[in-house]
């Protein structure tokens, strides 16, 4: 009779969703967050008797989550979410790694006091692993939109059997920006610099394919940020096709187009410094 | 033998996702849409018998929104949304009226020249009805997230043997705004106007009920906007509620919250000039 | 100084999701629901002074919910939205009109005693509104999608200058069906055999247009359902378009299909008894 | 000046929409998929200097996808993405690794002839990786909600400082099965024997914790398909509280309950044979 073995695994509580009001004098400031945690340890017992002597319950994770905004603030997400994960780590014998996962939704002041407005669309991320090995602190922005209505072509590729695609030199570029960097120590104030770059990269770029304005954006936000050792991008391609009108008897001399929802290019890549030689801790599932 | 009868009908293409490019030397600007048009008319035969000769097929409706955007530009939605409108009703003998609902997507310029980063979340709407009757056109904003920290209670309320909720002198406050506003006549300037009205009412009506914030927001943009002669608003109230700390120890001096996601309260209603009489168009389906 | 009136308004608790097992020794039941509760009264204060004195509030109407559950049970989705309707009317004197609407997730045994599987995609519905005119019960499905290979077609439509599609003898037809079916009184006993009406009427009828399967699938749950006065259909027509393989050598017997997303036709339309003279209340927002 | 690398990195044609209907006397069949690739090789010439010369186009990719449903038909999406991972490794000398992760969307037959019903919810999917190592297929579902009303527990875990958890010894156990199984070779005709091992054994299996369920799941899976050597499962705990009554002067006998949406625990682990010394490729992103 075959015998099996329980591989990799992890839990934890997700989606934690939290706003902290920090009160004052100036006006009131908001910090409005999805956690996830996910554990790691000693837990091969729950899954093989059902036995949960090892297992802190994910409720009690949310609750940790809540009761340390109150206890220790939330002094940015990546700190929070350190602070967290080492909390798991060293306050539970049975666990010995923990990634902690926020999601940040920005606020713009609407009056100076009390009243905000969600600054919609892009979210402000950060990943914290911790373990025996050390605290690895992740970055990030997803949901940034971007196009540009000219600066980009593509032409040169490949050609088989199955090509129809026509050459261009002048086409509309955009793309929902999901990038990830990852910090030598801890994450210190980067975000913002780091995002700017990400930004006046792709503007930057005169395009000759996608590809070559996602390494400009890893290699703008290195440059920028002197702690971050490598820049992960995950870029769809959301094409915009120019629509014909020839035959409503009128040209489109790159004025109208179409937005076009499936299928779309995906281009993922990283950039890192030449001097990075720590692996990265591949803990997804 | 029962008979049967066709009730209101109506037919269009939905969501055709259009960007324009207007190119200048000063910098670029973009129009990113998504247009659904509705037609209503002798549109029996198609039904009982499959006869389509009064149908405009909704793939020509999809051509007429492209070639429109190159022919005439696109001068505000609600005057896009008019001339489509017109033209489906006035060039096709079988067609009585016309809905033309647009979604507009709003981007930031980056650079001043080409490039957009889009300013997500919010989305500008205009819905225009055209027949017999004449034109009317309504303006609106959706998704538009507000929250305010302190300045709302919740009191005073009907008991009854199914009432556990404790009645607050401060809690926070938040929304998403579904607003529409209708003209008297052609739109105008006035989505500027209307949209800051509405904020800063949520911001400055200290509330103690989401209905009377509802009513103060549709009363600013009322005395904002004099071409406006009726708002409605639906808001839904996404409950922040207050963590119970103490088990751990700890109080809550209205710090740290738990953003719910359903079930939320849901407020709905209209605010309208004294001396509007015309009836609106009930055209949804 | 212009003066200003409250229009029309409603509020309630939206999405209050309960789950209801009913225990048996010949194995369990389970009933999944999506319950919106939405009142009209003397609401007025509330909107323009903050006085709350008329508001049942919307935690008391999901505690409500919770509790009918246990105190009168779940005998089908119709009657417990209408005892609920009704409720709110008569046990409170500020409170003229009920609106309540029921989402309900269908889920299949497993193994007749206590485990089920979500029986996804559609999703069954019912909306009953009450008040002194007396009650209205519309039941429904969403989300039921069909297709047929064969036995479509769209041709002598009409043609102007945006016209550029080609008549077409045999296309696949799909469709995500979201009916509605108005009751003369109590719902009875009639959703499965308003649901298999609609689904045999799609795959009988030979389609000259959507539009006459539309009506074809109206006048089918009419003439099954005797209780039902009202159908009505919203059939967004999911295009499937023929691929067009002659660049790589390949002819596309009507084999290979692209299904697109966007923009999508929209058909819409009711079908009714001749002799039903009733009108129905629009109570939507 | 500091310099910088180009990391990992790979490109390819996500969500391209297929539909293939095989036609027969007997009834059609109809193939519902959305196929994303993905491509990994030379391909630095393109990000460092825009140059495409080793680029075969995400468009190109798209097309090879309709062509192969042609001239190859789509005998299994294992087997149709394993022949199309293979093609663009052995026809392009810049790609030396393709990924090909499909989708496989469920119908019912209506009437035996040409009308179908989409059987919603759960998905099947396959994701083939093939590069000069040799080809690796793995198989799964998602979106496939279970749920047992009793025969599940949750006690003795670890209390700590921010436990406030009721141990219990009957609760709803609710989760959406997320799970892969990776084969030894090729995948054969695994799909319908492993997809009902996941089933009963969620159904079978008394739960002192979902991990118990979850290792309970992935062994029996590998006791039922001899080919696979590895099942990944990622359960979310959809949780189901019991409501409070009392303050209705009800009791709540595991009656009426609330069905949470956030947070959710997160339960995720592998489980594989004792003999499976191969590792698996860790392709993602």
Tied chains: 1, 2, 3, 4.
């Excluded at 999805?34 to 059902?50: C, E, I, K």
């Amino acid at each position: 009779m075959p015998t099996f073995a329980l591989g990799p695994n992890q839990y934890g509580k997700a989606e934690t969703r939290i706003v902290r009001v920090t009160r004052g004098p100036g006006g009131d400031e908001i910090t409005d967050l999805n956690v996830s945690v996910s554990l790691r340890g000693d837990l091969a017992a729950s899954h093989l008797t059902g036995d949960n002597a090892a297992v802190l319950p994910t409720d009690t994770q949310k609750n940790t989550v809540y009761a340390f905004a109150r206890e220790h603030g939330i002094d940015g997400i990546e700190a929070f979410a350190t602070r967290l994960a080492r909390h798991f780590v060293e306050s539970q014998p049975s666990i010995h790694g923990a990634r902690v996962a926020v999601e940040q939704y920005p606020w713009q002041p609407v009056d100076g006091r009390h009243s905000f407005r969600r600054d919609g669309g892009e979210i402000r991320t950060a990943t914290v692993h911790h373990d025996d090995a050390g605290t690895q602190v992740v970055s990030g922005v997803r949901d940034l939109v971007l196009l540009k209505t000219t600066d980009s072509e593509f032409h040169g590729f490949v050609q088989d059997r199955y090509t129809t695609l026509p050459e261009t030199r002048d086409r509309i570029l955009a793309t929902s920006v999901n990038a990830t960097w990852r910090h030598a120590g801890p994450a210190g104030d980067a975000y913002g610099t780091a995002r700017a770059a990400l930004i006046e990269a792709f503007a930057d770029t005169h395009s000759l394919a996608l590809q070559q304005t996602l390494y400009a954006m890893g290699e703008r936000v290195l440059a920028a940020c002197p702690g971050v050792v490598e820049v992960k991008l995950s870029l769809p391609n959301r094409h915009h096709f120019l629509v014909d009108l020839t035959p409503f008897g009128l040209d489109n001399p790159n004025e109208v187009y179409y937005a076009a929802d499936r299928p779309y290019g995906l281009i993922e890549g990283s950039v890192r410094r030449d001097d990075d030689v720590a692996e990265e801790v591949a803990w997804s599932f």
